[in-house]
C-alpha cells in the first residue's frame, strides 16, 4: 500500500557511492492515502509541469473552471457531476477506461468518483470528492486509486468523504439545497442508482434541474491551454493520415489503413482512437459512418478515410478522400473539385458573428450548384436542390463543435453566434449513389475535413502543414522506395544537396532513408556512379523485420565528392516538410 519515491531531482555527475547512499537514505515511502492514482509532476515530471493535471493545464485552471461553474448556479444550490463507469467487454474484462467529459473538466481526476460543488448564498462555493475507499485485495488486481490525502493536496478538494458516505450526504445536502443541478439522462455513470435513490425526494419536489447546459456552456470556448492540446490531437491525426496516404496503393486493403492509422496516433503518444476509423474504399465512401474496412480498394477508386485520436481529453476529427493508385478519373476530379471549393468557402465564413447554421446552409446552397452543374438529375433545378433533393446526395449537416468529445457541447446548438476560441469539424461532402442513372459518377463518395478554430479575424485549421493540399492533375509527386523495405511507393521531401546544385537531397518519410535525385537527369544518382536503379545513398535508415526494428548507421565522408551529401540524421526526416508536394494533395 506505498510506493517509493525520490525526494530530490537533478542530474548529477558520476556520484560517488556515499552519495547514492545517502540519496537513497533520502527516499521516503509515501503512505497509501497520499497516492493520486494517475500520472503527477511527482511521478512523471516528463510529461507534466509542477501543479499540472495534463500537460499545458495548471491545477489553477481547474479552480478557476468550478469558480465559473459556481456563477452560473442558482444561490444556495448543489451540483453532482460523477465519474464515467466501467464497461466491460465480458465478464471482468473492462474496455479501457475513459473519463466522461464534464467531470474530467472541472476535476483533473482520471478515476472513479463523484464530486459535488455546494453554493452559499454569496460568491462562495465549497468542493467535495467522495473516492472509493482503501481495498488491498482489489487493488492487487487493479492497482491503487486517489487516496484522501491526494484528493485534497493534488487536486484541491475542500472536503473528502468515502464512497460509502455518498447515499446519506446526498440525502442530506438535497434537503437543505434550493436547487438541485444533476443529468438523469447519464444512466451509465459512476454511482448512478445510488444518487437517484438519494434524490428521490428532490425529484418529487420539483428542485432538480439539469447540469449539462451550464457545463456546454463554459466548455463550448477553449481556453489557451486545452487550445494547445488539441493543436497536438489534430497535427498526431494528421501526421499519421499522411502516412495512410503515402501507403496507399492500387490493391491496398482498407483495414491496413485503419491499423496504420491507429499505430500512428498511439505510437505519437495519443491514448485512444477518437472513435472507430472509416476508411471506405469505392462506393462505401458514401456510406458515412463505415467500419467495416474489410476489403481492398481497386486502382482508379478513392478511398475516404474519417478517423481522430484523443490526446490527454482533447479529440481531434479529419477526413481526406484521394485516389489509392495517385491518380483520379476526370469525374472524380469533378466531384472532389466541387468538395473542396465549399470547403473553402465555408472556412472563410466561419468567422465571429456568424454561425454554425449559416455555414450549413452556405455548404448546402454551394454545393446544390455543384450537383446542377454537374448534371446528374438533367430535369432538377437549383431550386429543386436547394429545397431538399440534395439530401440525397449530402444528407449530414456541415460541421459539429469539438473538444473533449467528438461532437462536443450538442446543447449549444448550431444557432449561437461564434466567439474566438470555439473549435469546430467543418466537414462537407458530396456522395452519389451507386446506381446506374449516375453513369461515370456513380459511387463516388468525397469528403473533406478539418478542425477549425475560430479567431478574432479569420479561421485557423488545426494542423494545416501537416496534410498536403489539393491533387489537381495526375500523380503525385512520388518515387519508389530505395530499400524496397515497403511495397508501393513513397513520396520524398526536397531538401539542398551540397554536392550537385541542381539535385536535391530526397528523404522518403517510411524508412528514412536518403538520396541524391537529380530533377532535370530524372535519376538517382548512386554512391559507385553505376546503375540507374535508385539505391541509398547514405545509410542512417530504419528497417523494419516483423516486430523488430533495427538501425543501421553508415555516415559517408563529407569531404568526398560522391559522397559529400550532408550527414543525414535520423531526426532530419522527422523534422522536415510533409513529403507529398503542396501541389499535388489537398490539405
Avoid at 456563477?71 to 474484462?93: D, E, F, K, N, Q
Avoid at 465555408?346 to 450548384?369: D, I, R, W, Y
Avoid at 509527386?477 to 513520396?491: D, E, H, I, N, P
Amino acid at each position: 500500500n506505498a510506493v517509493w519515491c525520490s525526494s530530490s531531482r537533478g542530474v548529477h555527475s558520476s556520484p560517488s557511492s556515499s552519495q547514492q547512499e545517502q540519496q537513497q537514505q533520502q527516499q521516503r515511502i509515501l503512505p497509501r492515502d497520499a497516492l493520486a492514482g494517475q500520472p503527477t509532476h511527482f511521478t512523471h515530471p516528463n510529461v507534466l509541469g509542477l501543479d499540472e493535471l495534463a500537460p499545458s493545464l495548471h491545477i489553477s485552471e481547474f479552480q478557476a473552471r468550478r469558480r465559473n461553474l459556481a456563477r452560473l448556479m442558482p444561490p444556495g444550490s448543489i451540483a453532482i457531476i460523477p465519474a464515467a463507469s466501467l464497461a466491460y467487454v465480458t465478464g471482468v474484462i473492462p474496455y479501457p477506461y475513459r473519463q466522461d467529459a464534464d467531470f474530467l473538466y472541472l476535476t483533473g481526476l482520471q478515476q472513479q468518483s463523484v464530486a459535488i460543488l455546494q453554493t452559499d448564498g454569496s460568491a462562495g462555493y465549497s468542493y467535495q470528492l467522495y473516492v472509493p475507499s482503501p481495498d488491498p485485495e482489489k487493488e492487487r488486481w487493479d492497482g491503487a486509486w486517489v487516496g484522501q490525502q491526494a484528493a485534497q493536496q493534488v487536486f484541491k478538494a475542500d472536503e473528502v468523504y468515502s464512497i460509502h458516505e455518498l447515499p446519506a450526504r446526498v440525502q442530506q445536502l438535497a434537503t437543505s439545497a434550493n436547487a438541485v443541478l444533476f443529468d438523469f439522462d447519464r444512466h451509465n455513470s459512476y454511482q448512478f442508482q445510488a444518487l437517484r435513490q438519494s434524490l428521490h425526494d428532490a425529484i418529487g419536489r420539483g428542485k432538480t434541474m439539469p447540469l449539462k447546459p451550464h457545463m456546454h456552456r463554459l466548455r463550448w470556448v477553449k481556453s489557451p491551454g486545452e487550445l494547445a492540446l488539441m493543436r497536438s490531437s489534430a497535427g498526431i491525426a494528421a501526421q499519421a493520415m499522411r502516412r495512410c496516404m503515402a501507403l496507399s496503393h492500387a490493391g491496398v486493403h482498407e483495414q491496413l489503413l485503419a491499423t496504420q492509422f491507429e499505430c500512428g496516433v498511439k505510437l505519437a503518444g495519443a491514448s485512444r482512437l477518437a472513435y472507430p476509423v472509416v476508411a471506405g474504399g469505392g462506393a462505401d465512401a458514401c456510406t458515412i459512418h463505415y467500419s467495416r474496412n474489410d476489403k481492398q480498394v481497386d486502382g482508379g477508386q478513392v478511398l475516404l478515410m474519417d478517423a481522430g485520436c484523443e490526446y490527454h481529453g482533447y479529440v481531434s476529427d479529419v477526413t481526406r478522400t484521394w485516389p489509392v493508385n495517385g491518380r483520379y478519373t476526370a469525374e472524380q476530379r469533378q466531384v472532389y473539385n466541387i468538395v473542396l471549393e465549399v470547403r473553402r468557402r465555408c472556412l472563410e465564413a466561419a468567422v465571429p458573428g456568424n454561425t454554425l447554421g449559416k455555414v450549413h446552409q452556405l455548404s448546402v446552397q454551394l454545393l446544390s450548384e455543384g450537383l446542377r452543374d454537374l448534371g446528374l438529375l438533367p430535369r432538377a433545378t437549383l431550386a429543386d436542390f436547394q429545397k431538399g433533393l440534395y439530401r440525397d446526395f449530402y444528407c449530414h449537416s456541415v460541421g459539429h463543435y469539438l473538444g473533449m468529445d467528438v461532437h462536443d457541447t450538442n446543447t449549444v446548438g448550431p444557432h449561437r453566434t461564434l466567439e474566438p476560441g470555439v473549435v469546430m469539424a467543418i466537414e462537407p461532402g458530396l456522395y452519389i449513389p451507386d446506381h446506374p442513372q449516375f453513369g461515370a459518377y456513380a459511387g463516388i463518395g468525397v469528403r473533406i475535413e478539418d478542425d477549425v478554430l475560430v479567431t478574432h479575424s479569420e479561421a485557423e485549421v488545426r494542423g494545416q502543414r501537416m496534410l498536403p493540399r489539393m491533387l489537381v492533375h495526375g500523380k503525385p509527386s512520388v518515387k519508389r522506395c530505395a530499400c524496397q523495405l515497403f511495397a508501393g511507393t513513397f513520396s520524398w521531401v526536397a531538401a539542398r544537396c551540397q554536392c550537385v546544385t541542381s539535385a536535391s537531397l530526397l528523404h522518403c518519410r517510411m524508412c528514412l532513408c536518403h538520396l541524391c535525385y537529380a530533377p532535370a537527369m530524372e535519376q538517382v544518382s548512386v554512391a559507385t556512379g553505376m546503375g540507374r536503379r535508385p539505391q541509398p545513398v547514405l545509410a542512417g535508415y530504419v528497417k523494419t523485420l516483423g516486430t523488430s526494428m533495427q538501425t543501421y548507421v553508415q555516415p559517408p565522408s563529407p569531404s568526398r565528392c560522391a559522397t559529400r551529401h550532408p550527414v543525414a540524421r535520423l531526426s532530419d526526416a522527422s523534422t522536415a516538410a510533409h513529403p507529398l508536394s503542396e501541389r499535388n494533395l489537398h490539405c
